[in-house]
């Protein structure tokens, strides 16, 4: 288990730290989907 499935699973981490996480390139888009069962959107500002 990673580091962000655990802090995602103990609820360390939500859905907005993951986002982050992607957009810093700690994770892939695909890793966001496997931990969260969700497709990463990318975030338009």
Sequence with gaps: MTFWQMAYKFGWASKD??????QLKEITS???KQITKDDYVTPTE
């Design 30 to 32: 695909e890793e966001y």
């Design 17 to 22: 730290d993951l986002n982050l996480a992607v």
